[in-house]
């Protein structure tokens, strides 16, 4: 009987030291999968942009127009029609422009195209979305790409809105610890992300 109550706990310690210690070598694994990336890929390979308003499309379009040989990404941003002739405007062909509308909220954003841009060997891109929001885009890249081996450097758009939260931001750190964990980021419990 003693070894029946016994076994759970074993389990349950193994299970604690096992997390305790993926979350402590995680501050040393993220860092040195970025400075690699960063080695093989001095320059970046390709553009991702958050959608979250036509202002950060047309930021795209006038920044991809310096930047002619990288392929474009905007992750749920606006409507497609628009989007395309935002682009078409600026002289950019369309096969060139990814327009991804998987992504539900700024983890997701990351999250659903991973995988993407691990296929197609990007190790390195220009992450473009709003200097208020770039704090938190930066938090959650560092953990989703790093973690994967690719990294990026901010092209933020200037805006005159203040910072988000740093509750916002340690929750979406939450979320993106939790998809390196399990692959699963949380977003179907709360459609308000």
């Not at 890929?41 to 553009?47: N, S, V």
């Not at 891109?125 to 709003?130: P, V």
């Not at 081996?149 to 916002?168: V, Y």
Request: aromatic letters at 8%; glycine letters at 6%.
């Amino acid at each position: 009987m003693i070894k029946i109550l016994q076994y759970p706990r074993k389990q349950y310690r193994f299970l604690c030291l096992a997390s305790s210690a993926l979350i402590l070598t995680l501050p040393v694994i993220i860092p040195a999968r970025l400075a690699i990336a960063h080695y093989q890929a001095p320059h970046p390979q390709a553009i991702l942009t958050l959608g979250g308003g036509i202002d950060r499309e047309k930021f795209t379009a006038k920044f991809a127009q310096t930047h002619p040989s990288l392929e474009i990404w905007v992750s749920t941003g606006i409507d497609v029609e628009t989007a395309q002739s935002i682009f078409q405007s600026a002289g950019i062909p369309n096969g060139r422009v990814h327009l991804d509308r998987r992504a539900v909220d700024t983890v997701t954003n990351f999250t659903s195209l991973v995988a993407d841009f691990k296929s197609r060997k990007i190790k390195h891109l220009y992450l473009i979305t709003s200097a208020f929001h770039m704090p938190r885009a930066k938090a959650i890249a560092t953990i989703v790409f790093g973690s994967q081996g690719i990294a990026f450097t901010p092209a933020p758009i200037p805006s005159k809105e203040a910072t988000e939260s740093w509750i916002r931001i340690l929750r979406d750190v939450s979320r993106s610890l939790i998809w390196i964990l399990t692959g699963r980021t949380g977003a179907s419990l709360n459609p308000n992300l």
